[in-house]
Structures are given as C-alpha cells and as structure tokens.
C-alpha cells in the first residue's frame, strides 16, 4: 500500500493522501497488521512525500 500511494503521490497529492487515510486506523487492528501498517507509514514518511500526504500520514502516526 505504501508504494501505491507514494507512486499516485508523483501523479495527484489529494488522491494519495486520501489513501493513506485507509492507514489513520492501524491501532484498530491485530498487532501483526498494526506492524505492518505502521511500517507503511514510517516508509511513506520517509519518502518525502507531498505536504498533503505528509499530513496525513504525520497525524496517522501521533494517533
């Protein structure tokens, strides 16, 4: 998922970002898939993404 939305980032910021909300409710989740988003997360962080998608994905880690 993180490659996805860091590859429509390149293309259209508010879509990506809109996708990475899918992400905002990691802590819902089983440990293994609560690892397994939060990485998603941390790798788009860290991807230097858009502001927009940035955003979202700084908030989706404070949560």
Do not use: C, G
């Amino acid at each position: 998922m993180a490659d996805t939305v860091l590859e429509l980032d390149k293309i259209n910021h508010q879509v990506a970002a809109r996708m990475a909300r899918n992400l905002m409710s990691w802590k819902r989740y089983d440990a293994d898939r609560q690892a397994m988003m939060k990485q998603a997360l941390e790798k788009i962080k860290a991807s230097n993404p858009s502001k927009n998608v940035f955003e979202i994905v700084s908030k989706s880690l404070e949560m």
